[in-house]
């Protein structure tokens, strides 16, 4: 008899260990799927930043830039080093 008893705890033991896994993996799974909608809307909401700046930087008023060659829009080109692979 006492082996069944064992048996029985080890079988409630290993049921219960399996379902707090199964919470687990769930949990993540939707805080997975919560951080990947965030990045969707950042990244679309990125672009469109970025479509409308672009858009900006067509103006004939952009275009006017500096003579030394700076952006007035705050962005910078980054010249490339002599040696990359570009």
């Known amino acids: 008899?006492?082996?069944?008893?064992l048996q029985q705890t080890r079988r409630n033991d290993l049921q219960r260990e399996a379902e707090e896994w199964r919470?687990?993996?769930d949990a993540k799974a939707a805080r997975s799927a919560?951080?990947?909608a965030r990045r969707?809307?950042?990244?679309a909401a990125v672009r469109t930043d970025a479509e409308g700046a672009g858009a900006s930087l067509a103006t004939p008023?952009?275009?006017?830039?500096?003579?030394?060659?700076?952006?007035?829009?705050?962005?910078?080109?980054?010249?490339l080093?002599?040696?990359?692979a570009a």
């Open 1 to 5: 008899m006492f082996s069944y008893e």
């Open 23 to 25: 919470m687990a993996r």
């Open 34 to 36: 919560e951080r990947r």
């Open 40 to 43: 969707t809307e950042a990244r």
């Open 61 to 79: 008023a952009a275009a006017a830039a500096p003579a030394d060659g700076h952006r007035a829009a705050g962005r910078f080109h980054r010249a």
């Open 81 to 84: 080093h002599p040696h990359s």
